[in-house]
C-alpha cells in the first residue's frame, strides 16, 4: 500500500512539473512592452497586438506573421525589440514569402544602432506579413520576445 502512495506521489509531482510553464531568462515584461507600444498609437484607435518569442540558435532563422487588414483603413504597426538580447530585422511585405509578386513595405535594415522601438504607418493594403530574420548564436542559448501592436484611424 505504501509504494503506491510513493508511486501516485511521484507521477503526481512528474506530472505537474511537466505542465508547468518554465521561466527563462528571456526578460520579456509583456505589460511594460505593451503600455511602451501604446504611448506610440497616438491618434490611432488600439485593435490588436502580438507577442512573438525569438530563440537564438545555431543557424538563421526567419518567422512570418500574418496581418490581415480592412481595405480603406490606415494602419500604424509598432514594433519593440527591446527585451531582446540582440537586433533582428524586421520587413514588413505585401504577400508571403512563398509569393512571386511580393512587395516590400517596410524594413528595419537601415535603422539606426541601438533602436528598439519602430514606427510604420502602412499603405492601404489587403494583407501585410511580418518577417523577423533572426541572426545565428553560436556561443549561447539566447532567447527574448518582440511585440508588434496595429492601430488604425
Known sequence: MRKIIYISALVGLIVSYGFTTIQSADNCDKKALSEACKKKLDEYKYDSQKFSKINFTDRNVQMEVELPVFIGEKYRLIF??????????I??????????KRVPLYTTKDAAAGTTEFVFDAPRVRNMYIDYDVPKEDKDKLSGCVIFMVGYK
Open 80 to 89: 519593440n525589440t527591446s527585451s531582446l538580447p540582440k537586433p533582428i530585422l
Open 91 to 100: 520587413s514588413v511585405y505585401s504577400k508571403s514569402k512563398e509569393s512571386t
